[in-house]
Structures are given as structure tokens and as C-alpha cells.
């Protein structure tokens, strides 16, 4: 329980400092209102792209590990 509750601290704690978080929002602003539509349609597709493979290992683990606890 006391596991539990430090972890929900601390992850509210690292969302509360969203500082951290939205370091570069402003470059790929500035980046996209100097585009046309194809080209931020570009942009937002390359970042899809390269978010996709952290989440889909970090899900994929996390899957394993639910469904190793869940057998066990």
C-alpha cells in the first residue's frame, strides 16, 4: 500500500511540473506556421511516428508484466 502511494505521489508530482514536459511545443509551433498543409501534415506524422515505438515498447512490457502477475 505504502508502494502504491508513493508512486501516485510521485506521479503527481512529475505531471505537476509540466514545465518540463512542453520544452520544445514552441520550436515545432514556430516550425509549423511557417508550413504549408502537406508539409505540418508531414510534421505531425513524423512525430506520431517517432512517439510510437517508446509507447509500444513501455505497453508491451506492461502487458507482459500484467499478464506474468496475473498467472502467478
Same mark, same amino acid.
Given at each position: 500500500?505504502?508502494?502504491?502511494?508513493? #508512486?501516485?505521489?510521485?506521479?503527481?508530482?512529475? @505531471? &505537476?511540473t509540466?514545465d518540463?514536459?512542453?520544452? %520544445?511545443?514552441s520550436?515545432?509551433?514556430?516550425t509549423?506556421?511557417?508550413l504549408?498543409a502537406?508539409?505540418?501534415? #508531414?510534421l505531425?506524422?513524423g512525430i506520431?511516428? @517517432? &512517439?510510437?515505438?517508446?509507447l509500444?515498447?513501455? %505497453?508491451?512490457?506492461t502487458?507482459?508484466?500484467?499478464?506474468?502477475?496475473r498467472?502467478a
Amino acid at each position: 500500500m505504502k508502494r502504491l502511494i508513493a #508512486g501516485c505521489v510521485l506521479a503527481v508530482a512529475s @505531471l &505537476a511540473t509540466s514545465d518540463a514536459w512542453a520544452q %520544445g511545443c514552441s520550436i515545432c509551433t514556430k516550425t509549423a506556421q511557417n508550413l504549408d498543409a502537406k508539409s505540418a501534415h #508531414g510534421l505531425n506524422g513524423g512525430i506520431i511516428y @517517432l &512517439a510510437f515505438l517508446p509507447l509500444g515498447i513501455i %505497453g508491451t512490457v506492461t502487458f507482459l508484466w500484467w499478464r506474468g502477475r496475473r498467472t502467478a
